[in-house]
């Protein structure tokens, strides 16, 4: 489809695993952010990529959590040992450039769902 | 630092009524402020913005004011229908335009 794609859908882990969750963005579209959503919260911000590049990373909550994005294209949010408050859904959303935040123009996937047992 | 809040729900109303989700920011700086939607099994999808003082956003007969006096952007919809059964947040864009700060989220729910 032509949407932000994001995979897997729902993941359901042990406290300790380690988790990879994978967005592939809308072609053409530089920018590329995580959010996550917890239990009758909105989302928070975790991590921007323009390009290759983490330009701002200061919304991951600790050093169990990484994102990559080696192409530009796919990125990789990744989890190391797992806790029960990991628990949440993990939202991508992709932008043409960076700024887009100001204008409305970041489109969504529908998110993965973590549950950490 | 720059936060979000709004009414918390859920809000049930029946079809064809007026519908207000109250939101209130602080921020520092002048962000653009937003609402965005969330239908049942869909991503979240953008309802309308409005980027500076005194703008009116709207779509889908939905609209909403960029109050600067009252740090407020207030949802309204003269007549709502049982498709407008969502979540909806409202939101505003930090100073550098890369990140969304978002509210907890209000969850509508019209019946017929």
């Known amino acids: 489809g032509a949407g932000v794609s994001q995979t897997p859908s729902n993941k359901v882990t042990e406290k300790g695993k380690y988790v990879e969750l994978r967005c592939d963005p809308i072609?053409?579209?530089?920018?590329l952010y995580w959010y996550r959503q917890s239990l009758g919260q909105g989302p928070e911000f975790l991590i921007y990529f323009q390009g290759t590049g983490a330009a701002d990373d200061s919304g991951l909550p600790n050093d169990r959590f990484f994102a990559v994005r080696p192409e530009g294209s796919v990125s990789t949010l990744k989890i190391q040992r797992t806790e029960r408050g990991d628990s949440a859904v993990y939202l991508c959303a992709s932008s043409m450039g960076p700024g887009r935040a100001n204008t409305g123009e970041l489109f969504f996937g529908e998110g993965s769902r973590l549950t950490v047992l | 630092g720059n936060s979000v809040t709004q009414m918390e729900g859920p809000v049930t109303l029946s079809e064809e009524a007026f519908l207000t989700i109250n939101c209130t920011y602080t921020a520092t700086g002048y962000p653009s402020l937003f609402w965005y939607v969330q239908y049942p099994g869909e991503g979240l999808q953008l309802l309308l913005k409005?980027?500076?003082?005194?703008d009116k956003g709207s779509n889908k007969g939905f609209e909403a004011t960029y109050r600067k006096e009252t740090t407020s952007f207030h949802l309204e919809k003269g007549s709502v229908q049982v498709s407008d059964s969502a979540v909806y947040f409202c939101a505003l864009s930090g100073d550098s335009g890369n990140k969304l700060v978002f509210g907890a989220g209000t969850i509508l729910r019209v019946k017929s």
């Open positions: 409005a980027t500076k003082a005194d």
């Open positions: 072609s053409g579209h530089t920018a």
